[in-house]
């Protein structure tokens, strides 16, 4: 259940906007938050709450059980992976599912959270291979990581603005080119034990265990940058960048730290003595920290380690996400919290939160397509002007998006100017009257861009055979690991032909020849 108060001026930061019950535990996923301002939040079940931003449900449905957050396309494709079943999924605003992909060989490795490029593929990690795949679910191309080690991908694959990918395995950095050639390897790190994060020049962060924990600073040439340690204490959340380099990286046992752009640590934020654990930060545009930590506290915390605000019941084991509009999101058992701050969505720094951004692409490649947002003035209850502070990204200036006026007034109307795909004004074309606050603006959102989902539900496999030698079919997922269909046969005409369910077994096949009949 939503509850919201009616609130027309800014509310004070900390304040709980309204609250929603999801009737199972939330906590460990974050939700993402779509162009529009609609949440997807995954329960413990694998259920999709779908709600508007003011927190009323608009519906739920069953979907994948993940361990990872979901991740939603510049086209509005929710994608989640699927878990027992090893799969990445892919549904349309309906939750209707688009296209499937099934990975294979480890029968213990789970498919991670996607990375997207830039050219709308999809990046994953599945036991030993890195996949980045077309929308019509075929293999763009394939990395096999397999060593002596048994390198299983442990996190998503994160982007770089230029397209590099970085993947953490079991006991190693990789670095893949866009194109999906294995740019370096470093095998000497230990174990990655965060998500990973990339700055401006393409150096990657992550804390790594090994005789002792250590956080990392690696350079675009896989060459080590600095190293600090933690006295052998390990991590409880992934590391976020500041506009200034700053890293934020919360310490088990000791508490949330900012190391400098040389790996000294700036200040530490001690745990209170009864929790555990903080969470990993999002970072607002106005200099904020936001994170949660075991105790459900939830901190609103200044660039110099002192406290702005905290607010006791509402933080949660899971990370917040902070919204363009100055929501912070968080996540406490089985509640969905929604409170006032002071910022007005994300710092614009190379990595602010621990996906990324508020759709978890993982991927600093693009600007991915956002809503603007604005707030109004008014003088004697007529509406003076709109002040831009988010300009979005993603808008066409052939179709400016609407803007609606919503207070205790009547009559204003106004337009959008767009360029280079942002709002950058908004002139007023009628002032109304009797407003006695400044309205809320509503800027609508950029279009999604358009797309092809192509799914395959049979294939026609036509092959031509030798009568009177033996064969075994054998179908594939990836074009690496393969597995028999049916029994060995003799066949009885040089031209075979079978027609076969796809999203069952595999998409591609092959024969081979077995012995003599």
């Given at each position: ?72 396309g510049v086209d509005g494709t929710l994608y989640l992976p699927g878990y027992p079943k090893e799969r990445m999924n892919a549904y349309d605003a309906s939750l209707k599912e688009l296209w499937s992909f099934q990975t294979s060989g480890c029968s213990d490795c789970h498919v991670t959270g996607p990375a997207l490029q830039a050219d709308g593929r999809v990046v994953i990690g599945g036991g030993f291979t890195v996949f980045s795949i077309r929308p019509n679910t075929t293999v763009a191309w394939l990395v096999d ?260 006026f919503r207070g205790l007034g009547r009559g204003a109307s106004a337009h959008a100017i767009v360029e280079g795909g942002q709002v950058v004004a908004i002139e007023i074309e009628d002032p109304g009257s009797g407003y006695t606050l400044p309205p809320l603006v509503t800027i609508g959102s950029p279009p999604f861009v358009p797309g092809l989902s192509i799914r395959t539900e049979t294939v026609r496999v036509e092959m031509h055979l030798t009568l009177g030698e033996k064969y075994q079919l054998e179908t594939s ?41």
């Amino acid at each position: 259940m939503a509850l919201l108060p009616c609130v027309l001026g800014a509310a004070e930061p900390g304040t709980m906007l309204w609250r929603y019950s999801a009737g199972e535990d939330i906590s460990l996923r974050a939700p993402a938050v779509g162009v529009d301002g609609t949440l997807y939040l995954e329960t413990s079940s694998g259920q999709i709450h779908v709600l508007l931003p003011n927190g009323e449900r608009k519906f739920a449905k069953a979907a994948s059980l993940s361990y990872w957050a979901p991740t939603i396309g510049v086209d509005g494709t929710l994608y989640l992976p699927g878990y027992p079943k090893e799969r990445m999924n892919a549904y349309d605003a309906s939750l209707k599912e688009l296209w499937s992909f099934q990975t294979s060989g480890c029968s213990d490795c789970h498919v991670t959270g996607p990375a997207l490029q830039a050219d709308g593929r999809v990046v994953i990690g599945g036991g030993f291979t890195v996949f980045s795949i077309r929308p019509n679910t075929t293999v763009a191309w394939l990395v096999d990581l397999t060593s002596p080690d048994g390198p299983i991908v442990t996190f998503p694959p994160v982007i770089a603005s230029n397209g590099t990918i970085y993947v953490a395995t079991f006991r190693a950095l990789h670095a893949i080119s866009p194109a999906g050639s294995l740019r370096w390897a470093r095998l000497d790190i230990g174990q990655p034990v965060t998500s990973l994060a990339i700055d401006l020049n393409q150096s990657v962060y992550f804390g790594a265990g090994g005789t002792e924990y250590s956080f990392f600073c690696i350079g675009s040439d896989g060459k080590n940058r600095w190293r600090t340690g933690f006295g052998g204490r390990t991590f409880t959340g992934s590391p976020v960048i500041g506009i200034d380099g700053t890293v934020y990286i919360p310490v088990t046992d000791s508490g949330m730290h900012a190391i400098d752009a040389t790996g000294k640590v700036k200040w530490v934020y001690p745990l209170p003595s009864r929790a555990t654990q903080f969470t990993s930060a999002v970072l607002g545009d106005d200099g904020l920290i936001y994170f949660g930590d075991s105790v459900r506290m939830l901190y609103g915390m200044k660039s110099d380690g002192t406290l702005a605000w905290s607010r006791r019941g509402s933080g949660g084991t899971g990370r917040p996400v902070l919204a363009p509009d100055g929501t912070l999101y968080s996540a406490a058992g089985g509640n969905l919290f929604a409170i006032a701050t002071s910022s007005k969505g994300m710092a614009k720094s190379p990595w602010p939160s621990e996906d990324h951004d508020l759709r978890n692409s993982r991927s600093a490649e693009l600007p991915i397509a956002q809503r603007a947002f604005g707030e109004s003035k008014s003088e004697d209850g007529r509406v003076t002007a709109v002040t831009i502070y988010e300009p979005g990204n993603g808008y066409d200036p052939k179709f400016p998006p609407a803007v609606v006026f919503r207070g205790l007034g009547r009559g204003a109307s106004a337009h959008a100017i767009v360029e280079g795909g942002q709002v950058v004004a908004i002139e007023i074309e009628d002032p109304g009257s009797g407003y006695t606050l400044p309205p809320l603006v509503t800027i609508g959102s950029p279009p999604f861009v358009p797309g092809l989902s192509i799914r395959t539900e049979t294939v026609r496999v036509e092959m031509h055979l030798t009568l009177g030698e033996k064969y075994q079919l054998e179908t594939s997922m990836d074009l690496v690991n393969w597995a028999p269909v049916g029994g060995p046969f003799a066949p009885e005409q040089e031209t075979f032909v079978r027609i076969f369910n796809v999203r069952e077994i595999g998409q591609y096949f092959r024969a081979l020849q077995t012995a003599s009949h």
